[in-house]
């Protein structure tokens, strides 16, 4: 007799929904990670004015906005 036959529980938890909430979770921290990043760099910037900061502000934004889309993309996959 199968565990999952007398403890519903478990057929709702399959490894498939643990994968994608493990790739949820991770892509929401890492757009978090994202938006840190774009504020150190925006402190940097206050602090250490140099010709590069712009290009680096750039960098920031593009990289809020890879995070965002993949977080978007695995939300609408899943």
Do not use: D, W
Request: glycine share 6%; net charge positive.
């Amino acid at each position: 007799m199968p565990v999952e036959e007398n403890l519903p529980i478990f057929s709702s938890l399959t490894v498939v929904f643990g994968v994608k909430a493990f790739f949820v979770l991770f892509l929401i921290f890492y757009a978090i990670f994202a938006l840190i990043l774009f504020r150190q760099i925006q402190l940097m910037g206050k602090t250490l004015p140099t010709i590069i900061v712009p290009f680096l502000k750039f960098l920031g934004i593009f990289h809020i906005g890879v995070a965002l889309a993949l977080l978007f993309v695995v939300l609408g996959v899943f």
